[in-house]
C-alpha cells in the first residue's frame, strides 16, 4: 500500500473520465481501502476528505475542466467534452 498522491490523483481522474462523475465518498472508501487511512482526513465540517496534496494533483490533471459539486458531494466534468 504504498502509494503516491499522484498514483491516487491518476486513479481519481481515471475514474472520473470513465464514469463522468466522482462521488467523494465512494473515492474515500476506494483510497482507503486500496491506499490506506494516511490519505484520508476529517475536515472542518466532520467529513472524511481526500488528502490536499491528491486533490491538488488531481486538479491539475483536469485542468478546470472538472467541477466540485458542494451540495451533491461530488467531481463532474463542466462540459460534455472530456479530453483524452
Do not use: C
Request: glycine share 8%; charged share 25%.
Amino acid at each position: 500500500m504504498s502509494a503516491t498522491p499522484d498514483e491516487i490523483a491518476r486513479w481519481m481522474f481515471s475514474e472520473m473520465k470513465n464514469t463522468g462523475v466522482l462521488y467523494q465518498a465512494a473515492a474515500v472508501e476506494h483510497i482507503r481501502a486500496h491506499y490506506g487511512e494516511a490519505y484520508i482526513y476529517v475536515n472542518e465540517n466532520g467529513h472524511a476528505s481526500i488528502d490536499k496534496e491528491i486533490k491538488k494533483t488531481f486538479k491539475k490533471l483536469h485542468g478546470g475542466k472538472a467541477a466540485w459539486d458542494r451540495d451533491a458531494f461530488f467531481w463532474g466534468w463542466t462540459s460534455a467534452i472530456k479530453e483524452d
